[in-house]
């Protein structure tokens, strides 16, 4: 019986982690401002693709299935680029990075107000694409 539970654990945590974790860290600097910390399975951001009303969707995703494909080729390539800063902004209120590090995007800014962290695997964000681009109605 134990084993059983071990393996289903073991088999329900290799599902929720075979696309990585989405991390998400805000803080406001100011007295009293909230600080949320959250790991997430990126798996549920490829779920709710499929959570989502099925005709709201197509409604949304009318015409766009190029946009989708480019993205997704994007994003293919992406995978495959080494650690690299894409984007970075820096004055003298805030300052904004984007990077690929370890196979995620990473967007880290701050402001006088707010730091905000974002940790999210590129292959999960290929994996809604995806998802997105085969519930798509063709452009028309």
């Known amino acids: 019986m134990i084993a059983k539970i ?3 654990m073991t088999l329900t945590t290799a599902v929720v982690m075979k696309d990585g974790i989405i991390e998400v860290n805000v803080q406001e600097h100011r007295e009293g401002g909230s600080h949320v910390h959250l790991f997430v399975p990126a798996t549920v951001a490829t779920w709710g693709v499929h959570l989502a009303p099925e005709q709201k969707l197509r409604e949304h995703l009318r015409g766009k299935t190029e946009a989708l494909a480019l993205a997704q080729a994007v994003l293919r390539d992406l995978e495959k680029v080494p650690d690299a800063v894409l984007l970075e902004v820096e004055s003298p209120k ?3 990075r984007m990077e690929i590090r370890g196979g ?3 967007l ?3 402001d006088k107000g707010d ?3 974002i940790a999210m695997p590129i292959r ?3 994996k809604v694409v995806e998802d997105l681009q085969a519930g798509a109605p063709p452009n028309s």
């Open 108 to 110: 880290d800014a701050d």
């Open 124 to 126: 999960a964000v290929r």
């Open 104 to 106: 995620s995007f990473l």
């Open 115 to 117: 730091t905000v962290h």
């Open 6 to 8: 071990l393996l289903g």
């Open 94 to 96: 805030e300052h904004v």
